[in-house]
């Protein structure tokens, strides 16, 4: 079984790569070799039967929702781990939607293309991956004997607008969202030798692979803005400060409080209400909210629904 690594010099010279006109381009080439050099099978590269070991947690304690608050407090040692569980397993099936949304996207984008460009390739490149990553997370899913979450049934129905109100520079945004705020978790957990090696193994595979769909979509993010008028710009900073909400809300889906039996409704609340889980969110979105700044997509009426998804810290009052 390979082990991947989490970083890549063909990814990390494509980061920055991207021309004023026609960036995503000049990106997609260095991609498509970077895909071609090394890229991973999860039905191969990992090693599906070796047996979990019970003294490692799915993630560690204090990226639980309910870290600090009287209610983990109330839990025991079996209880918090198989909360931790859940919610490591709620997290991926909210990848598993996000990831079959961006490939709808990526292929809506395919369907106008030339497929011989090498941006239609890449598109194609991206998609196969991420059907990779939606199968690696639902099979872990099932490894680990946890349901398969997702969005709660309302977002999951309004989601299927996402490829209609987003396209250009807020598609990407909110891809970058998602994929960012999921690789800095991820990056921690790939290298804690307290969490299980299934885990691990499948945030490594992640993370190495996402780094190149990152790199494409700041290109395009970057260029598609620079493009934009003044109020078709308004436009993709609130339709990606509202979509990146509703990914924000939909990682612990409300269920996994009553697998250690607490009722949905209250874990919500206490979740949310949590300044260790806040602080949380705000951290695995740190970097990426730092670009789309600079991007100018953080501005306007959407800042505020930046600070209600956790990812811009409350204004202090006087």
Same mark, same amino acid.
């Given at each position: =079984?390979?082990?991947?690594?989490?970083?890549?010099?063909?990814?990390?010279?494509?980061?920055?790569?991207?021309?004023?006109?026609?960036?995503?381009?000049?990106?997609?080439?260095?991609?498509?070799?970077?895909?071609?050099? +090394?890229?991973?099978?999860?039905?191969?590269?990992?090693?599906?039967?070796?047996?979990?070991?019970?003294?490692?947690?799915?993630?560690?304690?204090?990226?639980? @929702? $309910?870290?600090?608050?009287?209610?983990?407090?109330?839990?025991?040692?079996?209880?918090?781990?198989?909360?931790? /569980?859940?919610?490591?397993?709620?997290?991926?099936?909210?990848?598993?939607?996000?990831?079959?949304?961006? =490939?709808?996207? %990526? %292929? +809506?984008?395919?369907?106008?293309?030339?497929?011989?460009?090498?941006?239609?390739?890449?598109?194609?490149?991206?998609?196969?991956?991420?059907?990779?990553? @939606?199968?690696?997370?639902?099979?872990?899913?099932?490894?680990?004997?946890?349901?398969?979450?997702?969005?709660?049934?309302?977002?999951?129905?309004?989601? /299927?607008?996402? @490829?209609?109100?987003?396209?250009?520079?807020?598609?990407?945004?909110?891809?970058?969202?998602?994929?960012?705020? $999921?690789?800095?978790?991820?990056?921690?957990?790939?290298?804690?030798?307290?969490?299980?090696?299934?885990?691990?193994?499948?945030? /490594?595979?992640?993370?190495?692979?996402?780094a190149r769909h990152v790199s494409?979509?700041?290109?395009?993010?970057?260029?598609?803005?620079?493009?934009?008028?003044?109020?078709?710009?308004?436009?993709?900073? $609130?339709?990606?400060?509202?979509? @990146?909400?509703?990914?924000?809300?939909?990682?612990?889906h409300p269920e996994v409080y009553s697998a250690v039996?607490?009722?949905?409704?209250?874990?919500?609340?206490?979740?949310?209400?949590?300044?260790?889980?806040?602080?949380?969110?705000?951290?695995?979105?740190? +970097?990426?909210?730092?670009?789309?700044?600079?991007?100018? =997509?953080? +501005?306007?009426?959407?800042?505020?629904?930046?600070?209600?998804?956790? $990812?811009?810290?409350?204004?202090?009052?006087?």
């Amino acid at each position: =079984m390979s082990t991947p690594t989490t970083t890549a010099p063909e990814d990390r010279q494509a980061r920055s790569a991207h021309s004023a006109n026609g960036g995503g381009t000049d990106v997609s080439t260095r991609l498509l070799r970077s895909a071609a050099k +090394k890229s991973y099978d999860p039905a191969v590269d990992i090693d599906w039967d070796a047996p979990l070991d019970p003294q490692k947690s799915w993630t560690p304690e204090h990226r639980v @929702s $309910l870290y600090g608050t009287p209610l983990w407090d109330a839990l025991d040692a079996d209880q918090r781990h198989e909360l931790a /569980k859940h919610e490591a397993c709620s997290i991926a099936g909210a990848g598993v939607w996000f990831e079959t949304l961006l =490939m709808q996207r %990526l %292929l +809506k984008d395919f369907y106008d293309a030339d497929p011989a460009t090498d941006r239609a390739q890449w598109a194609l490149t991206e998609v196969a991956d991420e059907c990779r990553h @939606s199968q690696m997370f639902t099979r872990m899913t099932q490894v680990a004997g946890v349901p398969t979450y997702g969005p709660v049934p309302w977002v999951r129905r309004l989601s /299927k607008l996402y @490829s209609v109100v987003t396209w250009g520079p807020s598609a990407y945004a909110t891809i970058l969202v998602a994929e960012e705020v $999921l690789d800095r978790l991820q990056r921690e957990q790939a290298e804690d030798p307290d969490v299980q090696p299934l885990m691990r193994q499948v945030n /490594k595979i992640h993370v190495m692979e996402e780094a190149r769909h990152v790199s494409f979509a700041r290109a395009e993010v970057t260029d598609g803005m620079a493009r934009l008028s003044r109020p078709a710009r308004a436009y993709h900073r $609130l339709a990606t400060a509202l979509v @990146s909400f509703l990914i924000v809300r939909s990682l612990i889906h409300p269920e996994v409080y009553s697998a250690v039996g607490i009722e949905p409704g209250r874990g919500r609340r206490e979740a949310l209400a949590n300044p260790h889980y806040r602080e949380m969110i705000r951290w695995a979105g740190e +970097k990426i909210l730092g670009f789309l700044d600079e991007a100018g =997509m953080v +501005k306007g009426p959407g800042t505020a629904v930046w600070r209600r998804a956790f $990812l811009l810290p409350r204004r202090s009052r006087a």
